[in-house]
C-alpha cells in the first residue's frame, strides 16, 4: 500500500477517505496480534492506534496471552493502559469472588482479598487467561502486576486448572509461594480430579505444597485462635520470610517497592506480624542512623539489615550515603596523616594522591563534599 503522502488526493470525491479506513478489521486485528506474539512494540502501538482490537482471538490466542507467555513486561502495561484486561478483571467466574480493588483494599487497611471459592463448571466458564501463562511460565513479575490489578489465581481454564495448578505444573517455586502467600487453596482440583501436588514433578515444589497441606494450625504459638484448624474461613498464609504459615490475624499483606528504581509498589509480600515488626524496627534505626550523618552508625545498621527484607528505597539511600562518608573519611584520614610535609615533592606526591581518590570518586558518582 502506498505511503499517504504520495496518494493524490481524489478531486471528485468530497470525502476524502484516510487511509487507515481502507484497512479491514480483521487485518487491523490480525496484524496487532502479531506484533504481540513477536514481542514488537513499536507496530503493537502502530496498530493498536490504528484501531486493532488487542482482545481479538485466533487460534485460542489474543494480544494479551501472548505478552503475558512472552513475558514482556513492557507489553502487558501497555495492554492494561490500552483497557485490554478490563474483561479478565470484571467478570467473574461462577462461584468466584473477585479479589478486592485497590480502593477497597486501601479502605481494609490490608492487601487482602476475600477467600476464594472454586468456580464449579470448567466446560462452562473455562478459558485461559494472562496468569494462566504467566504462572506456567515462571515470570514471577507478571504475575505481581495481574494479581495487583485484580485478576485470580483461581480462575479456570476449560480444563479446571487454576493458575495455582499452572505454577506448580512447571515447578515454579517463585510464583507458588506468592500464591500461598494470597492464601490460595492448594487442594482444590481441576475437572480430572488433579490437585496441584498431583501436577507437580519438581521436589521443593512437593515439598511446599505438602507442607501447606500438613499445617492444620496457625503456627504463631502465641495465636488466640491456633486451636482453630485451617479452613475456607480461617485461612492459612505463607509468610515467604520465615517459611511459615499463619492465620489472617498474626500476618500482614502488603506491597511493596521491589527495587530503589521502583516508581510504585510492586512485589506482594506476607508476613508474619513478627517478621513484620522485625523489619519495621530495623527500616526504623537504619533511618536514625541515615539522618545522624555518621558513617560507623550507618555502617553497623546497615550490616544489622544484612538479609533483611526493608524497605529497598531506604536500603539504597543509606548505601549511598554510606559510600559518600566512606570515601570522605579515607581522605580526611589520607590528609590527617600527611599533614606535615619536609619537601616539595612530598606534597606533590600527596596531592596527585588526593586528586586519584576524587576522581575515583567522581568516576563512580559519588558526591563527596
Known amino acids: 500500500m502506498a505511503d499517504k503522502e504520495d496518494k493524490k488526493p481524489n478531486v471528485d470525491n468530497d470525502d476524502d477517505e484516510d487511509s487507515e479506513e481502507e484497512i479491514p478489521q480483521e487485518e487491523k486485528d490480525e496484524n496487532l496480534l502479531e506484533a504481540s506474539k513477536n514481542n514488537d512494540i513499536e507496530n503493537v502501538e502502530l496498530w493498536l492506534d490504528k484501531g486493532g482490537d488487542p482482545t481479538f482471538m485466533k487460534e485460542g490466542w489474543n494480544s ?24 479478565y478483571i470484571g467478570e467473574p467466574q461462577r462461584g468466584e469472588e473477585l479479589p478486592a480493588t485497590e480502593d477497597e483494599k486501601a479502605e481494609e487497611g490490608d492487601d487482602r482479598s476475600n477467600p476464594f471459592q472454586k468456580p464449579l463448571d470448567a466446560r462452562k466458564v473455562g478459558r485461559y487467561t494472562p496468569l494462566h501463562w504467566a504462572s506456567y511460565k515462571g515470570h514471577l513479575k507478571i504475575v505481581w502486576f495481574l494479581l495487583k490489578i485484580g485478576i ?18 512447571s515447578g515454579n517455586l517463585d510464583v507458588l509461594s506468592c500464591y500461598l502467600s494470597k492464601g490460595v487453596d492448594v487442594n482444590m482440583k481441576n475437572a480430572r480430579g488433579h490437585t496441584p501436588l498431583d501436577l507437580t514433578t519438581e521436589e521443593e515444589t512437593k515439598k511446599l505444597i505438602l507442607r501447606a497441606t500438613k499445617t492444620l494450625k496457625c503456627e504463631n504459638k502465641e495465636c488466640p485462635q491456633r486451636d482453630i484448624k485451617f ?7 505463607y509468610c515467604e520470610v520465615s517459611h511459615k504459615f499463619y492465620c489472617k490475624n498474626c500476618s500482614v499483606t502488603m506491597y511493596v517497592y521491589n527495587t530503589h528504581e521502583s516508581e510504585e509498589k510492586d512485589r506482594p509480600v506476607c508476613r508474619s506480624k513478627e517478621v513484620q515488626n522485625k523489619i519495621e524496627h530495623r527500616e526504623a534505626k537504619l533511618t536514625e542512623a541515615v539522618e545522624s550523618y ?3 552508625e550507618i555502617d553497623r545498621e546497615l550490616a544489622l539489615c544484612t538479609g533483611v527484607d526493608i524497605d529497598a528505597k531506604i536500603r539504597k539511600q543509606a548505601e549511598i550515603l554510606h559510600t559518600k562518608l566512606e570515601h570522605e573519611l579515607r581522605i580526611q584520614t589520607f590528609l590527617e596523616a600527611h599533614r606535615n610535609h619536609d619537601n616539595y615533592k612530598d606534597i606533590r606526591k600527596d596531592v596527585q594522591r588526593v586528586n586519584e581518590l576524587l576522581e575515583h570518586a567522581q568516576v563512580h558518582n559519588i558526591d563527596i563534599n
Open 64 to 87: 494479551v496471552l501472548w505478552a503475558a507467555c512472552n513475558g514482556n513486561e513492557e507489553l502487558i502495561h501497555l495492554l492494561y493502559r490500552r483497557k485490554a484486561l478490563t474483561d
Open 152 to 169: 485470580s489465581p483461581l480462575r479456570i481454564d476449560m480444563y479446571g486448572n487454576s493458575s495455582v495448578h499452572q505454577a506448580a505444573a
Open 231 to 237: 479452613d475456607f474461613k480461617n485461612i492459612r498464609y
Open 294 to 296: 555518621d558513617f560507623k
